[in-house]
């Protein structure tokens, strides 16, 4: 569902800007013309789910950077997504 509101005070962006610029960054955040908030705007692989339960793992840079949040934010369990369409 697109267009998610980030409850981080723009820390996705931070990390978003560890590997892109701003343009892409808000190219990546945008949702594509044509589509409203709440809408499916993707089809994706659903991976494994894994239990990550020590907060210094979960705050791994690349832990963070798939999940795109920080480790203290993120919820223990973390799902692979791949391939959206």
């Keep these: ?10 820390v996705h962006r931070e990390i978003l800007g560890r590997s892109l610029d701003e343009a892409e960054i808000d190219r990546v955040t945008s949702l594509p013309s044509g ?3 709440g809408q499916a705007v993707a089809v994706v692989r659903v991976g494994k789910t894994e239990l990550i ?3 210094s793992d979960r705050c791994a840079p690349e832990v963070e950077a798939g999940a795109c949040a920080t480790g203290q934010a993120m919820g223990r369990y973390v799902t692979t997504i791949t391939d959206a369409r």
């Design 1 to 10: 569902v697109g267009r998610r509101t980030y409850p981080d005070g723009g």
């Design 35 to 37: 589509f409203s908030r």
């Design 53 to 55: 339960a020590d907060e």
